[in-house]
């Protein structure tokens, strides 16, 4: 984990500098922007998803500091804490509850959301809006749901003392490096292009990557059963049932995304570091075989983003909702 972090940091550090002191022409820039996009989104994989779950290290000032890569790649780590930590690891796709399947009015991820006649060409228009999503977050959403005191429908206590100064000072640092010392040095047409290029990749990794697991064909929405506010399954079966793995044997793919590709393990055990996870997949999916539950993966990347582009044609269509 640290010669991961170390190899991610010195990434970002020398394509971030390579932008602002080395390339001169357009055709240098925007790749390597690009690039500098999906290692801040390998950040976030690896070091901040880690650090956020306590599960980068044993000390928790290490993960602290560790989750604290949100807050440098312009997101929050106390706003992540609750949304994903807390919202989306206790309720995984369902409906109304589970914060990381709300796309607002513009996606219809999960069955019970209400469905709208452009949702039609919804597999088609939501791939390039995933690359908004990470502009969106660091621009608007958190600080939206701080004001707000709400993360969707759930109440959040808004950062106090360290929290606030950690999310204040965290966007100004980010702020910081992102505008403000390039548009030093730089046309700010240019730093905004390249800010965009950068972001649209980091915004569209996450996005696919996050999706992958939980918003596929095998991945199933259950809703508690009538007024009981009680789900039908055991906390752990819920978790096994509305995930789907991905590319298990791909030593690349477990590399660059932290683990998230094995995200049946990572959600019966977040705390656990995820270099773990390779390992104990093979515990997990036999003793899910034992136990009668329903192990499911995609054994590829590929198949797995084709199943998420099914499943949002699928979400798209009238009859898949005849009642509304
Ligand atoms: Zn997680």
Redesign the pocket.
Do not use: I, K, S, W
């Given at each position: 984990m640290y010669v991961k972090s170390a190899v991610l940091m010195t990434a970002f550090v020398t394509s971030y500098l390579a932008l602002l002191f080395v390339v001169t022409t357009w055709w240098q820039a925007v790749p390597i922007a690009a690039f500098l996009g999906l290692v801040l989104a390998g950040i976030g994989f690896n070091i901040g998803?880690d650090g956020g779950?306590n599960g980068y290290s044993e000390k928790g000032w290490i993960n602290k500091i560790a989750a604290m890569s949100f807050d440098l790649i312009g997101g929050s780590s106390f706003q992540w804490h609750w949304k994903?930590?807390v919202f989306?690891?206790t309720y995984v796709n369902i409906s109304g509850h589970d914060t990381d399947i709300e796309t607002g009015i513009l996606g219809r991820l999960s069955p019970q959301q209400p469905r709208y006649w452009f949702h039609r060409f919804q597999h088609i228009y939501l791939w390039p809006l995933y690359g908004m999503l990470a502009m969106k977050w660091q621009i608007f959403d958190d600080w939206n749901d701080i004001i707000r005191g709400r993360i969707g429908e759930h109440k959040v206590r808004r950062p106090r003392g360290k929290d606030l100064f950690i999310f204040v000072a965290g966007k100004l640092v980010a702020y910081t490096f992102m505008f403000v010392i390039p548009m030093l040095l730089h046309p700010v047409l240019s730093v905004l292009g390249l800010y965009v290029v950068a972001m649209f990749c980091m915004g569209v990794a996450m996005s696919v990557v996050f999706q992958l697991a939980h918003v596929v064909e095998d991945a199933e929405f259950p809703m508690p059963v009538g007024d009981t506010n009680k789900m039908e399954n055991a906390w752990a079966v819920h978790q096994i049932e509305t995930t789907v793995d991905f590319a298990r044997d791909s030593k690349i793919c477990s590399w660059l995304m932290g683990g998230l590709n094995f995200q049946i393990e990572?959600?019966l055990f977040?705390k656990i570091c995820h270099i773990n996870y390779p390992e104990m997949s093979k515990v997990v999916e036999q003793t899910c075989k034992e136990f009668g539950v329903r192990f499911s993966e995609h054994k590829t990347f590929r198949s797995g983003v084709a199943s998420h582009y099914r499943w949002l044609k699928k979400m798209g269509q009238p009859e898949v909702t005849p009642a509304m």
């Open positions: 998803h779950h994903h930590g989306h690891h990572h959600h977040p």
